[in-house]
């Protein structure tokens, strides 16, 4: 893929206008998903959080809220926008259960809605 090279300065005002969206996505396995936050479902609920490490077949997140309702996906994804969620502070969720996952570009919810 071609490649275009930018001052720094001007990469800074990109992010700034599109966040986190520009950065590329990374992943070789698991561990991989450390330290970046995530949307994460599960066949029964979902979560949002910042995954802070992976115990055994756990990953602990940080700052997590259970998601009750994401409303429309694609602007929960792409503008953070969701109808309700309740704030739980750290939680665990065995990967085994995960059902997929998607990279969380905004910030975390701190309020209930």
């Known amino acids: 893929m071609p490649q275009i090279e930018v001052s720094e300065e001007t990469y800074l005002k990109l992010k ?10 990374d992943l070789n396995d698991l561990n991989s998903m450390i330290g970046k936050s995530w ?17 055994g077949d756990f990953f602990v997140l940080k700052d997590a809220s259970w998601v009750a309702d ?33 990279p969380w570009r905004h910030k975390l919810p701190t309020e209930q809605k």
């Open 16 to 25: 700034e206008q599109f966040g986190n969206e520009i950065e590329p996505l």
């Open 39 to 55: 949307f994460i479902r599960t066949v029964t609920y979902h979560l949002v959080g910042k995954i802070e490490k992976r115990i």
């Open 70 to 102: 994401s409303g429309r996906f694609t602007q929960a994804i792409k503008k953070g926008t969701l109808n309700e969620v309740e704030p739980v502070g750290d939680a665990l969720v065995n990967i085994h259960a995960i059902t997929d996952a998607f």
